[in-house]
T-cell receptor, first 118, second 109 residues
Framework: GAVVSQHPSWVICKSGTSVKIECRSL??????MFWYRQFPKQSLMLMAT?????????EQGVEKDKFLINHASLTLSTLTVTSAHPEDSSFYIC??????????????FGSGTRLTVV | RKEVEQDPGPFNVPEGATVAFNCTYS??????FFWYRQDCRKEPKLLMS???SGNEDGRFTAQLNRASQYISLLIRDSKLSDSATYLC??????????FGTGTRLQVTL
């Protein structure tokens, strides 16, 4: 149980375009999902917390107008990288915890999206 | 100071060796603690939660020391398949999971 599906797995886009990444919880409901970014040889950095039915909360230094998050249902959160630039090239990963599940179960991660902006 | 710190390694050990990783966290209000394993270009996968009483899962043993604010992971009888990056993670507030930089392990023949 607790499977998170993330699409696409990889995407190459031109500078200036927007890219949408989807994160779905397949067998559980998630009122909260988290979006991380990981640059090569670095750790996962939390970008924002996605809240179902309300605005996302962003970590310090993350531009909310550039990284648009929508969490319209209990099983789907999307991250849109707007006006992408080469420096946005990174590995983006979502995660979620099943509603009602204790913290000690940890979080389940999507398989990640490798974004390359050319 | 980073919220979660780990020695990045790499740790190069022969098959069969025992290897230990440590991780320190800065905020005493941290609630939950984990070790994740991440293979190259893949998502992290939960290895085990960490409790003050210590917990063991086969060749893996995790320990939490709240007084000193560190977490440890011991891997016995290392296998080639254990080669990966091991990330320690803590939950502090608002259920946010914060990761350390990860420790790279390379097990060799």
């Amino acid at each position: 149980g607790a499977v998170v599906s993330q699409h696409p797995s990889w995407v190459i886009c031109k500078s200036g375009t927007s890219v949408k990444i989807e994160c779905r919880s397949l067998d559980f409901q998630a009122t909260t999902m988290f979006w991380y970014r990981q640059f090569p040889k670095q750790s996962l950095m939390l970008m924002a917390t996605s809240n179902e039915g309300s605005k996302a909360t962003y970590e310090q230094g993350v531009e909310k107008d550039k990284f648009l998050i929508n969490h319209a249902s209990l099983t789907l959160s999307t991250l849109t990288v707007t006006s992408a630039h080469p420096e946005d090239s990174s590995f983006y990963i979502c995660s979620a915890r099943a509603q009602g599940r204790g913290l000690h179960y940890g979080y389940t991660f999507g398989s990640g999206t490798r974004l390359t902006v050319v | 100071r980073k919220e979660v710190e780990q020695d990045p390694g790499p740790f190069n050990v022969p098959e069969g060796a025992t290897v230990a990783f440590n991780c320190t966290y800065s905020n005493s209000a941290s609630q939950s603690f984990f070790w994740y394993r991440q293979d190259c270009r893949k998502e992290p996968k939960l290895l085990m939660s960490v409790y003050s009483s210590g917990n063991e899962d086969g060749r893996f043993t995790a320990q939490l020391n709240r007084a000193s604010q560190y977490i440890s992971l011991l891997i016995r009888d290392s296998k080639l398949s254990d080669s990966a990056t091991y990330l320690c993670a803590v939950i502090r507030t608002a259920s946010k999971l914060t990761f350390g930089t990860g420790t790279r392990l390379q097990v060799t023949l």
